[in-house]
T-cell receptor
Framework: DAKTTQPPSMDCAEGRAANLPCNHS???????VYWYRQIHSQGPQYIIH???NNETNEMASLIITEDRKSSTLILPHATLRDTAVYYC????????????FGTGTRLKVLA | DSGVTQTPKHLITATGQRVTLRCSPR?????VYWYQQSLDQGLQFLIQ???????AKGNILERFSAQQFPDLHSELNLSSLELGDSALYFC??????????????FGEGSRLTVL
């Protein structure tokens, strides 16, 4: 299974862009990168996913490097409600379809 | 609201006891996943079912078992409970094992406290 590495914590000023990095240097060609977040002890929430191209939705943008060994989740205008733990996950493309969550990045948005 | 329902929301029991956690996936979702999250820890994958069949296993203890029923709801059974089993247990569902979107939809969790 491809593993991911994320910084344990980050701070971001409210209104500024939050850039959350993820390293997945052992990712395979057919594996997707997914991002989820968990606010307090709520159930994790899907944010975005991508394979090769950059992706954008109403919540965030996902930038994947050309070699696919790393990616960055961008929250363009962070708000206090974006304070959460953000998980970067590489989807195992085997028949088992496990989703392995790492320890994530604890993002604190500061007023 | 993710559409995934977990019951009970809170459960307090004693060591050595057995409990059952229940999960109803989103309508139409065939795949169910169970995760354990201990205090201030990450999500540990336990087990996955697809349309009634076990598809993947994580670090699930032998004292734990699960199943998915014909109506697609799933139950996680925890027996001979120990203090260290106190945790949040999350259920998630997705469309299917081969869904390209791959989104998981999580319930709000069942908080188990073992005294």
């Amino acid at each position: 299974d491809a593993k991911t590495t994320q910084p344990p914590s980050m701070d971001c000023a409210e209104g500024r862009a939050a850039n959350l990095p993820c390293n997945h240097s052992t990712i395979s060609g057919n594996e997707y990168v997914y991002w989820y977040r968990q606010i307090h002890s709520q159930g994790p929430q899907y944010i975005i996913h991508g394979l090769k191209n950059n992706e954008t939705n109403e919540m965030a943008s996902l930038i994947i490097t050309e070699d696919r060994k790393s990616s960055t989740l961008i929250l363009p205008h962070a708000t206090l409600r974006d304070t959460a733990v953000y998980y970067c996950i590489v989807r195992v493309a085997s028949g088992t379809y496990k989703y392995i969550f790492g320890t994530g990045t604890r993002l604190k948005v500061l007023a | 609201d993710s559409g995934v329902t977990q019951t009970p929301k809170h459960l307090i029991t004693a060591t050595g006891q057995r409990v059952t956690l229940r999960c109803s996936p989103r309508s139409g979702d065939l795949s169910v996943y169970w995760y354990q999250q201990s205090l201030d820890q990450g999500l540990q994958f336990l087990i996955q079912y697809y349309n009634g069949e076990e598809r993947a296993k994580g670090n699930i203890l032998e004292r734990f078992s699960a199943q998915q029923f014909p109506d697609l709801h799933s139950e996680l059974n925890l027996s001979s409970l120990e203090l260290g089993d106190s945790a949040l247990y999350f259920c998630a569902s997705s469309v299917g094992a081969r869904s390209n979107t791959g989104e998981l939809f999580f319930g709000e969790g069942s908080r188990l406290t073992v005294l």
